[in-house]
């Protein structure tokens, strides 16, 4: 028997993802075709004599030096490509902690950032985001969640699913606390680039403290998941440590998604761009939308990034409510209960949906059958 638990954030999507007509729960941008990307970007793409051959381990150095690009301190030396920021994670939680240390991460949170940890047997303390609080996460609890045993501190900016953000300040609070205790800092920050109402951008923890690992991907603010493209970037010895686990997962990226990376992280602001356009679109709906649900929720909207998790007023099953508006209205979107082990909230994505009035008037519909 498997040592892992079931991920059930990922395993609701692939129960539904492919058969529904809206996609709302998703955390991804929006996707494109190949010639989409072309367009946006003023890059032909033609990979007749691209070679098949592999790239080195760490990535291909046109996709390591397009991708260091986005960190003022960057070093392509210290940018590893992985196949997706889940691998990312895995390598990160595999080489990083074992039985008998804790971490702290936030909570609730992308379940893969601690999942993982607690299956291997670590101690996983959760900084809670206190919906009471704006989920505005509270620094004198941190010191209380950690002691000798704690090795990391898991934060995810842009934050998902709460759609909340760290700025200069607090991420600078962050860094001084683990650096003065010795526990190293890992922030994933897949959901950078993307704003709210024109919000500030949140900056990358790598920019502010060389010692802190942060993790990317294509697959979010870019809008290209099906490229399974993503990134560590961290000081030497973590990567070091890391390597060896790789030769038993992908050994290394695949080719010529890492081209079409490199292309798109050449043209970062276009590509961002477009997906933004998107989430601003959808984002001011969404917000008369919730304006007009003369309150069903009791909501705190985002700060950034594309996902929101918006609370039922009264005591509602969400697993019972997302499994009708699923069945019945064919829209996805993940249950807080089931998904994110917290009662009463739904998440939805801003990002994805390109018909997102018809999805969110189902929505309207699922609300006046499940709670009259
Ligand atoms: C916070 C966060 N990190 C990482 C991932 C994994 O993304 P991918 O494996 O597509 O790079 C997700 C996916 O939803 C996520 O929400």
Known sequence: MTRYSVFRLEEWFERYEFDVEHLLGSSSCAGMTVSELSEITGEAFNFEGCSLGATPGPGSSELREAVSSWYSQGSSKNVYITSSSTEAIFLLIESMVSKGDSIVAMFPMYPALYQLAEDNGVEVRHWKLDH???????????????????????????????????????????????????????VDEVFRGIT???GPLTPSIRDIDENTIAT???SKSFGLSGLRVGWIT?????????????FYTTVTAPV???????????HRDKVIGRNQTIVDQNFA????WMGEQ???????????????????????????????????????????????????????????????????????????????
């Not at 998790?309 to 249950?335: G, M, R, W, Y």
Request: glycine content about 6%.
């Open 132 to 186: 009471a609080n704006q989920f505005e996460p509270n620094f004198d609890e941190l010191s209380a969640l950690v002691d000798e045993t704690t090795k990391v501190i898991i934060v995810n900016n842009p934050q998902n699913p709460t759609g909340q953000i760290l700025l200069e300040e607090e991420l600078r609070r962050l860094t001084d606390f683990v650096n003065e205790r010795g526990i190293q800092l890992w």
């Open 196 to 198: 709210v109402e024109g």
């Open 216 to 218: 990317g991907s294509m």
């Open 234 to 246: 961290a000081p030497k010895h973590v990567l070091d440590n890391l390597l060896h686990i790789r």
């Open 256 to 266: 010529v998604e890492q081209k079409i990376a490199a292309v798109a992280h050449n």
């Open 285 to 288: 709906y969404l917000k008369n």
């Open 294 to 372: 003369n309150g069903i929720f009791d909501w705190v909207p985002p700060r950034g990034g594309p996902v929101t998790f918006p609370k039922f007023a009264q005591n509602v099953s969400t697993d019972d409510f997302c499994l009708k508006l699923v069945e019945n209205h064919s829209v996805l979107i993940p249950p807080g209960k089931y998904a994110f082990n917290t009662e009463g909230f739904i998440r939805i994505g801003y990002g994805e949906s390109r018909q997102f009035e018809e999805a969110m008037s189902r929505v309207s519909d699922a609300l006046e059958q499940f709670l009259n």
